[in-house]
């Protein structure tokens, strides 16, 4: 019997390091993801004026860094781009022949999402912290926005994130804003 305890010791060794080399496995390979993209991140933080940080926590909150993410509305790739919005940064930007699909190209998607953010910065650049109001526009959409900042809540946020009755949009706000903090 003795022989036995030994050998069942040493398998639980072996399986415990397994997984621990399974986790770091997985550690570094979503650390990686979330690299690849960071030159072109920094190009367009610097092109629209958009915090880096905040680019990035977009990109984990809509798709985990996967380029070719859909959405169940229709949005597309690393930044869940809808066509309205897509179609907004190709004629601004004078892009000829734009079709929906060229979002998923990972350039494309990141500088037409982050001129979104910077137009959507600019739209609450009057209220105490524009944030839960660029994420909320972003999440749920200006109507939403519009409902939501009634009397004190157009300027200031505190009201504003108490209107919010979508906890979905609510915890879209948390969740990107706590990864911004992560990233800086």
């Known amino acids: ?15 415990l390091l397994a ?4 986790v770091a496995f997985y550690w570094w390979w979503s650390n990686q993801a979330e ?3 960071n ?3 920094r190009d367009a933080a610097t092109a629209f004026g958009v915090e880096y940080a905040l680019i990035k926590a977009v990109i984990w909150q809509e798709s985990r860094f996967d380029e070719k993410a859909v959405g ?17 940064w190709a004629d601004d930007h004078g892009v000829r022949g734009f079709e929906h699909i060229h979002v998923y190209d990972p350039r494309t998607n990141i500088l037409a999402g982050t001129y979104y953010l910077k137009t959507r910065l600019s739209r609450y650049r009057r209220t105490d912290d524009p944030l839960p109001y660029v994420l909320a526009d972003y999440n749920a959409g200006r109507a939403r926005v519009v409902r939501w900042s009634s ?18 949009t609510r915890r879209y ?3 990107v804003t706590q990864r911004r903090n ?3």
């Not at 036995?4 to 010791?9: A, G, H, Q, T, W």
């Not at 997984?19 to 399974?22: F, M």
Request: aromatic share 10%; proline share 3%; glycine share 4%.
């Open 19 to 22: 997984v621990l080399d399974a």
């Open 151 to 168: 009397e004190a809540a157009q300027t200031n946020s505190t009201a504003f994130l108490q209107n919010i009755d979508f906890p979905l």
């Open 39 to 41: 030159g072109i991140i």
């Open 72 to 88: 169940k509305a229709g949005e597309i790739g690393l930044m869940q781009l809808m066509e309205l919005a897509a179609f907004e």
């Open 35 to 37: 690299r690849r993209y």
């Open 182 to 184: 992560h990233y800086r």
């Open 1 to 15: 019997m003795r022989r036995r305890r030994p050998k069942r010791c040493w398998l639980r060794w072996l399986l």
């Open 173 to 175: 706000i948390d969740q």
